[in-house]
């Protein structure tokens, strides 16, 4: 594996660890402090703002006229549907509906690369992905609380999903073209501008009490916008910019894998709740499962 590609590899491993240190360490600050709205707000500015900051240290890369509209797509599928769908859909639905339908965003990917960058679809990379995503489901499952059943928060997540894997696709030729802090820049500079057109986003910030935030949730948003936004979003188009679109999208499936991890490891340290009795040995078959299938996802055919 070339050095280039093997840091594409840890820099998507990467954004998981660190958003699944976020389903462990962010939970309580949406819905008691903020809406869904106004977090992904606070998360989109935030991040807009450091990439902008980055960027003015950087050598200034201009834009060809002919590539805003693309732009200006993935601000609108990569940022504002993504996310806006995402936490509003995570909101009303259960965790076990949410789990599934976020591990159709590869199978999603993979159509639209065959349609879109005309990727071949191999039999080991398809196999992968089916493993990874039989193992989700399984762990899904298994973990699922069954409560809070919504059609219409299914619907949200499976737009999101959809948005994402859209997102996905359509930005690679743009990290072939341009340097990834670059257009990540701009992408969440047209994303911002729809957060603040969406209708709810003003009048809930308005009605924001931000004198009940504690040390303790000021912290967990700066975690979410600086890690979980401005650094994943940075390292996922660095990702994508030497993998594919279906390999960057199928890392997705770790992510079960490491909110299990972390929930062992910030109960010891007695920063979270204990939710270790959960896991099990047949848990753990699963995640084995859900890695040979990013395995199998990430591997290339050789041509002579």
Sequence with gaps: MKITNLKAHLALLFVNVLYGASHVLAKGVMPDYLSPTVFILFRVLGATLLFWLVLLFTKYEKINRKDVPLLIACGLFGVAVNQLFFFHGLNLSSSVNSGIIMAMNPIMVVILSFFILKERITVLRSTGITLGFIGTILL???GATAKGDSSLGDLFLVINAL??????????????KY???????????????????FPPTIPELIKTDFSTFTSSVILKIGYVVVGVTFLTYLLTMYGLKYLSPTVSSSYIYTQPVIVMLFAFLFASLHWSDDYTGTITAQKILYMLLIFAGVYMASLKRKTN
């Design 140 to 142: 899904t499952f298994k």
């Design 163 to 176: 948005s994402y894997a859209i997102y996905l696709v359509i930005a690679k030729p743009l990290m072939q």
């Design 179 to 197: 340097n990834p802090l670059t257009v990540i820049t701009w992408v969440f500079t047209f994303g911002l501008a729809f957060v603040l057109l």
